[in-house]
């Protein structure tokens, strides 16, 4: 009976072991495996998390893009506004003065036309004048000639 005991007791002895030796054989197992799945999953989230952070820069930097876009497009336009007005403002200044010079120009090539005719007009009045009066001067002394003539028949008459 004794061996009997003893053969039961080192028989769940045995059993004991084994199940110890089988526990941390699955305790080392399933410490390895967790290890395992927790090294995975840590790299599948940074991988994940990498991934998410170069989306999310890619959205940030189109939209400062577009944001710096709108902005750049604004200031031309407003530049561009403001060079129209400048321009515009240099084109009637510019105007004035042409216009100004053209008006100049115009006043004193009418007063040297203006004067030019009123030169001609006044050799031609003159030379009218010079005619009419040699012409009238003529005719007195033509007259003055007769008188002459005449009055010098009458005294030769007297005289003879």
Same mark, same amino acid.
């Given at each position: 009976i004794d061996y009997q005991i003893v053969i039961l007791r080192s028989i769940q002895l045995q059993t004991w072991y084994r199940q110890t030796r089988q526990a941390r054989a699955y305790d080392e197992a399933k410490r390895a495996v967790l290890a395992l799945q927790r090294s995975v999953?840590?790299?599948k989230a940074e991988k994940d998390y990498c991934q998410l952070r170069r989306a999310t820069i890619r959205i940030q930097s189109n939209y400062r893009r577009c944001v710096a876009e709108k902005s750049f497009a604004k200031s031309?336009?407003? #530049?561009l506004s403001i060079q129209k007005y400048v321009r515009r403002h240099?084109?009637?200044r510019n105007l004035a003065t042409v216009i100004g010079a053209v008006t100049l120009i115009q006043s004193h090539w009418r007063r040297f036309e203006a004067?030019?005719?009123?030169?001609?007009?006044?050799?031609? #009045?003159i030379t009218v004048q010079t005619c009419w009066r040699?012409?009238?001067a003529m005719e007195r002394y033509c007259q003055m000639r007769r008188s002459s003539l005449v009055i010098q028949t009458t005294v030769r008459r007297f005289m003879n």
């Open positions: 999953r840590r790299s031309f336009n407003a #530049a240099q084109a009637k004067k030019e005719v009123f030169w001609i007009e006044k050799d031609s #009045a040699r012409l009238y």
